[in-house]
């Protein structure tokens, strides 16, 4: 593993618990930064801390509140947020569009893209206070492609990615950096809320003929999260194992 560094470096992931969340989490204490994991299941979350030596507090980022008190609590364990990975997202179910759950539909954007909005409202302006910072936003190359029954995920990613174009563009005068990320399939938890026959169709579509591991997303998302991250802001980076063409 090649030393990225975040030394000193404080951190925050959301839905660190598990999958990409965790992985990324590993990689940034891995790399010096002191990191506090944020989950909606506490219990997950204590877990994950525990084993890498890292607090964790129970948030859900789908309601502002619950993110407005997580803040709160982590300032109480970190002076400050250099670094904010959102990372907590859902896949739903997989369905035709017309056939679609609304209250699903509902649910997705409420975590992958309202959570995404209320912890970077909530993190900028500490931020901009200290003029320095990393943002990095968890998308998926659905969000480029619109993979089929998938509407609603792949329209929640797609707003991740606008979201982090338009902001790194606001905040393009500080020393603030926001970026994204859109990997293709990576085995992680998600895949349980996926059917087998959307898994085969994601990977198909992969040249490697591989799917992704989360220590390779983490990899990019450390560099990312780092002080060498200066010149790139609102900017969207690949790990499709050739998928993207765009």
């Known amino acids: 593993m090649n030393q990225l560094d975040v030394n000193g470096r404080n951190a925050v992931v959301t839905g660190g618990a598990s999958g990409l969340g965790f992985a990324i989490a590993e990689r940034l204490v891995a790399s010096g930064a002191k990191v506090v994991i944020w989950d909606l299941d506490s219990e997950a979350g204590e877990a994950a801390g525990n084993k890498l030596g890292v607090s964790s507090i129970a948030a859900d980022v789908s309601d502002p509140a619950s993110v407005g008190g997580a803040l709160q609590k982590t300032l109480r364990i970190i002076s400050a947020i250099d670094i904010f990975i959102n990372n907590a997202g859902i896949s739903?179910?997989?369905?035709?569009?017309?056939?679609?759950?609304?209250?699903?539909?509902?649910?997705?954007?409420?975590?992958?893209v309202e959570g995404t909005f209320y912890c970077c409202r909530a993190v900028v302006p500490l931020m901009r206070e200290r003029n320095y910072g990393r943002i990095v936003n968890i998308a998926s190359v659905a969000g480029?492609?619109?993979?089929?029954?998938?509407?609603?995920?792949?329209?929640?990613?797609?707003?991740?990615?606008?979201?982090?174009?338009?902001?790194?563009?606001?905040?393009?005068?500080?020393?603030?950096?926001?970026?994204?990320?859109?990997?293709?399939?990576?085995?992680?938890?998600?895949?349980?809320?996926?059917?087998?026959?959307?898994?085969?169709?994601?990977?198909?579509?992969?040249?490697?003929?591989?799917?992704?591991?989360?220590?390779?997303?983490?990899?990019?998302?450390?560099?990312?999260?780092?002080?060498?991250?200066s010149f790139s802001t609102g900017a969207v980076f690949d790990l499709s194992g050739g998928r993207s063409t765009y």
């Not at 995920?153 to 859109?182: F, H, M, P, Q, W």
């Not at 992969?206 to 560099?223: F, H």
Request: aromatic fraction near 8%; proline fraction near 7%; charge should be neutral.
């Open 92 to 112: 739903g179910p997989n369905a035709k569009l017309w056939e679609y759950p609304v209250e699903d539909w509902k649910k997705i954007f409420a975590v992958n």
């Open 144 to 229: 480029k492609d619109g993979n089929p029954n998938a509407s609603a995920y792949s329209a929640s990613k797609a707003a991740v990615i606008a979201l982090t174009k338009s902001l790194g563009k606001e905040l393009a005068d500080t020393s603030v950096r926001v970026n994204c990320v859109t990997p293709a399939a990576v085995r992680t938890p998600l895949f349980a809320q996926m059917t087998q026959a959307h898994i085969d169709y994601m990977l198909s579509k992969i040249p490697l003929g591989r799917l992704g591991e989360p220590q390779e997303v983490a990899a990019l998302v450390a560099w990312l999260a780092s002080e060498e991250c």
